[in-house]
């Protein structure tokens, strides 16, 4: 719920007319929770044996996160000048 939150406020803020480095903000917060919900099943993946995974889940998680924040501001921005 947090990320969906996040998102349709990067979404307004663009609306808004807020500066381009509001996506980079909502991509990091984005990321964050990711990876905040990775630590809390990180110890069953560390039973099953697959520990190496959590090792680039940051980065994939950052590379989405930051994706989906510029997504949501070209949005918000798009629907301003419509």
Do not use: D, H, K
């Amino acid at each position: 719920m947090l990320a969906y939150l996040t998102i349709l406020t990067t979404t307004l803020s663009a609306l808004a007319g807020a500066p381009w480095w509001a996506a980079i903000a909502c991509g990091c917060l984005l990321a964050l929770i990711s990876i905040a919900e990775q630590q809390r099943t990180g110890g069953r993946i560390a039973v099953v044996g697959q520990s190496g995974v959590l090792a680039t889940a940051g980065l994939a998680s950052l590379a989405n996160g930051l994706a989906a924040g510029g997504a949501a501001y070209a949005g918000g921005w798009l629907l301003r000048f419509m």
